[in-house]
């Protein structure tokens, strides 16, 4: 199904995130990440709550858009040998891109890990968020847009372009707009997130993950088409 990345297709099944499995599994969170990255992972949950407000019409959606949040980051301090045995282990073997562009690893091991160590929040909607929440990808869901961009404008981010893109979201009053006019300033703010990671990226000689180039150039294609 659209949004499900391939590792879910035959071991996930849409669940219902509780309150209780919500609770649960923020109260692990400090024992399995750093305080800073435990923080950044609250505030991206507080994030996501309120885009959800905007984008999603209920409390199941908000509840899996926290679920997606507090999982998001969950493999992130992890060594990239530590990411490599992961995939291996879940028979995805890791490319020499992989390997040479280590901060895009934690999306995928988070993703395949969650199955097997949180059943509770296999939801295909939700994994699919937590495996593009830091490359994008072409067509993505309303969930994996959140997400996304809930992880770069989260109000823990002192980063000028992270700061720049929240006031600029936020300071055109989307909640005053109608349901068109805010996906569509919603879409142009995640192009924009697209072209200063790639910006940066050009700048510090990094490689490119071909699914940012095509997650931008899919929702660019979506806003001029409109």
Same mark, same amino acid.
């Given at each position: ?64 858009? *926290?679920? =997606? @949040? !507090? /999982? ?7 060594? %990239? #040998? ?25 999306? *995928?091991? =988070? @993703? !395949? /890990? ?7 929040? %296999? #939801? ?103």
């Amino acid at each position: 199904s659209e949004g499900v990345p391939d590792m879910c297709e035959k071991n996930c099944t849409v669940v219902a995130v509780t309150d209780e499995a919500l609770d649960s599994l923020r109260e692990q969170i400090p024992s399995v990440l750093s305080p800073k990255r435990a923080a950044h992972v609250m505030g991206v949950e507080r994030m996501a709550v309120r885009l959800g407000e905007l984008f999603t019409p209920g409390e199941d959606d908000i509840r899996l858009l *926290r679920g =997606a @949040a !507090l /999982l998001h980051d969950i493999t992130k301090e992890l060594s %990239a #040998d530590e990411h490599a045995a992961i995939m291996r282990a879940h028979g995805v073997e890791p490319t020499e891109y992989d390997m040479m562009s280590p901060k895009t690893l934690h999306a *995928r091991t =988070a @993703a !395949l /890990l969650i199955p097997d160590r949180y059943p509770q929040f %296999a #939801d295909p909607r939700l994994i699919s968020a937590v495996r593009w929440h830091t490359t994008g990808r072409e067509g993505m869901t309303v969930y994996d847009k959140i997400i996304y961009f809930a992880d770069y404008i989260d109000d823990t981010r002192t980063y000028v372009d992270c700061v720049k893109l929240r006031g600029l979201f936020f300071g055109a009053e989307p909640e005053k707009m109608d349901a068109d006019a805010r996906m569509r300033h919603f879409d142009r703010l995640i192009v924009m997130s697209f072209d200063m990671t790639l910006a940066e990226l050009v700048g510090k000689g990094s490689l490119i993950s071909a699914d940012t180039v095509n997650a931008r150039n899919f929702i660019l294609c979506g806003l001029k088409n409109r």
